[in-house]
């Protein structure tokens, strides 16, 4: 058994403890609290806490970093994007095993990672992340959407297991999916996380209020469109309630476009809301109505998208970005958010996202200046990975 003191612990599940004691053994923490007396190794002015959980990215995208270049216009954003990946075939992996490195480096334990090829799957069986892999798919003018979701389920099944990786089948969009696909995804699923790009943009709004805009011209322009879809002529979350997707699985990314009626019925059902203001920003999308997301009680998580539309992978930065957009927000709701929220789901509540025991040791202690009264509020303003160490080696 190891036990670690720290000027500050930060089990997320409680208030943040002066001088706590973490208590580890066989990767698992067993202890969390006051300093009891007896031996500790003495971390000093760091603050010990869960790693962190990159509810939303693309690594198989991290060789388009700085190759998509900002947009005010997503759609635009967007065609961009299709046009450069089309240059290339595969995905590179080399930029997949970096950018693994580097999340890990900088505090990051858990991503949700969005994959149409489950190129990353192996490389992140080689890494220190554990994952919810999210196998996209994309289809608005599918003919069989059965087939779609059999093909991904094979896929999956021919994968190496690994405990600390759980794949999963996921829609792209409510502009790209049809309804069937999207109905066939969630049936195919089950109790699974469902992760979707939802009310990213407004032109996703205008779409699926009355079919027109940026979007339809996008899907016509690339041989996708169908005159067989209907528009649903409401919100993205009324679409997909009257579809039966609105329920605890649900991860609605960006909501950028959500109105309080759509946060109401998102928290409501114990939905999440994934935010990811510095994506938003690069793609055009817009700013993220974060203060809002708190405000309705919804479960709030925090993503960094991918290396085609932020600069890094530092989840420290993204909570910073977070913090910024909404000054209000406790800075305690800010880091539960970038921790046990995300962890939570991802399906992962049970394992990690919070110290507390019998969760695995992911431990991470953060370099403090000397003289921090505010440890949760220096947290969330933008921590370097250098001053980040990871503790235990593998929990895992
Ligand atoms: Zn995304």
Redesign the pocket.
Known sequence: MVRYRAAWVLPIAGRPIAGGVVAVADGAITRVGDYDGGPAEDLGTVALLPGLVNA???LELSWMRGRVPPSSSMPAWAAALIALRRSVTPDPPEPIVDAIREARRSGTCLVGD?TNTLTTYDPLRGGDLSATLFRELIGFAAPDPGALVRSATDQIAALTPAAWLRPAIAPHAPYSVSPALLQAIAHANGSRPFSI?LG?SAQEVEFLRDGTGEWRALLERIGAWTASWTPPGCGPVGYLDRLGLVNERLLA??GVQFTADELARLAGAGATVVA?PR?NRWTGAGIPPIERFYASGVRVAI?T??LA?VEDLNLFAEAADVRRLAPRVPASRILESATLSGAQALGFGAELGSLEPGKRAELLAVRLPAGCSDVEEYLVGGIDPAAVRWLEADSR
């Open positions: 939303h990215t693309h969005v790009h990213e990314v960006h990811c994506s993503g998208d991918s539309s």
